[in-house]
């Protein structure tokens, strides 16, 4: 793999609370530059980002329901609706955990598909938070999520007790049975976790620090 193609693999993330605009120009302009599959950032800066990325093959990434899920199903669509007609291209929602764990199922469904109903089309990736389920709740959540349609199962919001694990990847991986792809996010810091993810069946990274990613891959590659 050379650093283009991993650049390609990488969703360049801030999702600080406290991230400001020039930030947020500057991730763009990063990700532009290096083409990194997308900018994943707050919903707040969805039409800042489609307008800096404008001509650019560099997707729009946004999050719904983050950090925890626990808000209503029409909200999280209304939230969905509204960044897509603001220019995002994919959706990184965030599964209501508490009903999964409670073992309510029909409400996990109606709330993804829901989502996958309002992006009209766009990507969207389900965030699960590894971190707090058992492997059966994990295995149900991929369940659920290919039924309700959406393309991705992401491991963690970056904001829970753990990020993503190689054992976590690769249990997604095993039950996705290829109906779903995989997205690894949280703690991903360095170019050889981002291998391990990818080798272990990771489509998608979600990092903060896509630069120290791709610079240690140069070094390594003698780019």
């Given at each position: 793999m050379d650093w283009q193609e991993l650049a390609g693999k990488i969703d360049h993330t801030n999702l600080n609370?406290?991230?400001?605009?020039?930030?947020?120009?500057?991730?763009?302009?990063?990700?532009?530059?290096?083409?990194?599959?997308?900018?994943?950032?707050?919903?707040?800066?969805?039409?800042?980002?489609?307008?800096?990325l404008a001509d650019s093959p560099v997707k729009i990434c946004t999050v719904c329901g983050f950090p925890t899920g626990m808000i209503e199903s029409a909200i999280k669509a209304q939230e969905t609706a509204l960044a897509v007609n603001q220019g995002a291209d994919e959706i990184d929602m965030v599964l209501p955990i508490g009903l999964l764990k409670n073992r309510e199922y029909d409400r996990v469904f109606g709330d993804i598909k829901g989502v996958v109903k309002a992006a009209s089309g766009r990507v969207v990736k389900v965030i699960i938070e590894c971190c707090y389920l058992t492997d059966a709740e994990k295995e149900k959540a991929v369940e659920l999520i290919i039924a309700a349609g959406a393309q991705f199962v992401k491991t963690s919001t970056g904001m829970g007790q753990g990020g993503a694990t190689v054992?976590?990847?690769?249990?997604?991986?095993?039950?996705?049975?290829n109906k779903v792809k995989i997205k690894a996010a949280g703690g991903i810091r360095d170019y050889k976790t981002a291998l391990a993810m990818i080798e272990a069946g990771a489509d998608r990274i979600g990092a903060s620090s896509g630069l120290t990613i791709l610079k240690e891959i140069k070094q390594q590659t003698g780019f």
């Open positions: 609370p406290q991230a400001k605009e020039k930030e947020i120009l500057q991730l763009c302009e990063q990700a532009d530059k290096n083409l990194f599959a997308s900018v994943c950032i707050a919903p707040i800066y969805v039409s800042l980002a489609a307008k800096r054992a976590d990847v690769l249990l997604l991986k095993k039950v996705a049975k």
